[in-house]
């Protein structure tokens, strides 16, 4: 018997209400690929740049060209997002209710929202080295996918406490016409 996919395990059958590109390529448990186009936008200033590199976020730009690579590992997703030649390595395990994405030493807790054929990751919890931080101290995430017929439109805003905008990254993801995602 086939495990169901991570997004199915957390969301349930409110995983349907998604658009239909996007529920097959979040219930899938196979690898997957997508690519599309973003403008990569990184907070002004010598601190925020540096907090950003150090972070390992892309470097700013109109039309980067990204690539997608989602591959199942057991109970986990390892997704590889390429911009332009910049990788952004995370991993997304289910913990509970929340759907856990870690990158480096920070860990973030999302509850996962459908609404209006689209997908909502609402920040939970936060974690840097393990520890869980208090919500004064914890990084503001504000992301949404919203599904098309070949794919879906994606906004990720990332901003720190006292120090603003440290990234933001958006655009449109495209399936390959020949993606044959099936569980």
């Known amino acids: ?7 199915r395990r957390v969301l349930g059958d409110q ?3 998604l658009a239909p590109a996007l529920c097959r390529f979040h219930d899938s448990s196979v690898t997957r690929q997508a690519s599309g186009t973003f403008e990569v936008i990184r907070g002004a200033g010598r601190w925020r740049g540096w907090l950003a590199t150090l972070m390992r976020l892309p470097p700013a730009g109109q039309e980067v060209p990204l690539t997608l690579e989602v591959a199942v590992t057991g109970n986990q997703e390892r ?5 332009d030649s910049h990788l952004m390595r995370t991993r997304q ?3 509970g209710e929340l759907l856990i994405e870690a990158g480096g030493p920070l860990r973030l807790g999302f509850e996962l929202l459908p609404e209006q054929a689209g997908l909502r990751y609402r920040l939970r919890r936060t974690w840097f080295c393990l520890v869980p ?7 503001r995430v504000e992301a949404i996918e919203t599904g098309r017929d070949d794919g879906w439109d994606v906004t990720v805003r990332f901003t720190l406490p006292l120090i603003g905008l440290l990234i933001q990254y958006q655009g449109s993801i495209r399936l390959p ?3 044959a995602l099936t569980a």
């Open 15 to 17: 995983l349907d209400q």
């Open 93 to 95: 395990w289910q913990s």
């Open 133 to 139: 931080l208090p919500s004064f101290l914890a990084p």
């Open 177 to 179: 016409a020949s993606a």
């Open 1 to 7: 018997m086939v495990e169901p996919s991570l997004y």
């Open 79 to 83: 997704w590889v997002r390429c911009f």
